[in-house]
């Protein structure tokens, strides 16, 4: 059984900085990719960032851009949410996704992802 757990979150003050953590187990895919996204009341979720396993190429909303970063641990199945320069439009409920297809097929499809870890709140103040 696939688990994701999903940890940090919190609160902080725009131009700050918090850590997502995703712990991964109960698979055994050789790659697949890792997902983050958000959603806010009343809105839609929208992918955040993504990770393949299998090289590490990464993808980022463009509203992320050069102010979070995916990273992963594969020895530890973990994958990481940094994000800093935190902004009042980052605030959402933060969730982590896993699926066995490559990122070039499911990067910023929520509806793509098989397996789903449950929310952490990140809310940023002005």
């Known amino acids: 059984q696939v688990q994701l757990v999903v940890s940090g979150g919190g609160s902080a003050q725009a131009g700050g900085s918090l850590r997502l953590s995703c712990a991964a187990s109960?698979?055994?895919?050789?790659?697949?990719?890792m997902g983050w996204f958000r959603q806010a009341p009343g809105k839609e979720r929208e992918g955040v960032a993504a990770?393949?396993?299998?090289?590490?190429?990464?993808y980022y909303a463009d509203s992320v851009k050069g102010r979070f970063t995916i990273s992963q641990d594969n020895a530890k199945n973990m994958v990481y949410l940094q994000m800093n320069s935190l902004k009042p439009e980052d605030t959402a409920m933060y969730y982590c996704?896993?699926?066995?297809?490559?990122?070039?097929?499911?990067?910023?499809?929520?509806?793509?992802?098989?397996?789903w870890g449950q929310g952490t709140q990140v809310t940023v103040s002005s």
């Open positions: 996704a896993v699926d066995s297809r490559p990122c070039t097929v499911v990067a910023g499809r929520p509806y793509r992802y098989k397996y």
């Open positions: 109960g698979y055994t895919y050789s790659s697949n990719c």
């Open positions: 990770i393949y396993r299998g090289d590490g190429s990464t």
